[in-house]
């Protein structure tokens, strides 16, 4: 969201973005997916679609571009600033992310090296520290 508005990129499949599938999965994807440890590797999670890239290089070609005024309202400028303040994984526990990936009744087991859920039928699952990362910023 805030490098929709910051610089000019939409989701991709959305608005000006829809000539880049969003089942591709870059990082301006709408929907949001855990990555498990037994599907093929990805590196589109890490990387901006080409629709992403034209959209910030037409945004920052602009003369305005760093002194317009921004689309957001005070209120939703605050809670921009309250989540800048905090760092990636503080805004859930491990428990909530747990319970996201896993469902109710996940708890997190505290492993060193993986992050491992017990899932609330009592089968245990391991997904890997890249999925702990990546679930670190929903809110």
Avoid at 66 to 74: A, C, G, H, L
Avoid at 80 to 86: P, V
Avoid at 89 to 96: F, P, Y
Wanted: hydrophobic fraction near 30%; glycine fraction near 4%.
């Amino acid at each position: 969201m805030i490098l929709k508005c910051s610089l000019g990129a939409d989701h991709d499949g959305e608005k000006s973005a829809t000539a880049c599938n969003p089942d591709d999965w870059f990082i301006m994807n709408p929907k949001r997916k855990a990555f498990h440890p037994h599907e093929t590797y990805s590196k589109n999670p890490w990387l901006f679609s080409h629709c992403s890239v034209e959209a910030f290089k037409k945004t920052l070609a602009k003369k305005d571009c760093v002194t317009r005024k921004s689309n957001y309202t005070k209120a939703e400028l605050d809670d921009l600033n309250k989540l800048d303040l905090k760092l990636p994984g503080e805004e859930n526990t491990l428990n909530m992310q747990c319970q996201i990936i896993m469902g109710r009744g996940s708890v997190y087991c505290g492993v060193c090296t993986k992050f491992k859920c017990h899932c609330a039928q009592d089968v245990c699952s391991i997904i890997s520290t890249i999925t702990f990362s990546m679930f670190s910023q929903i809110q």
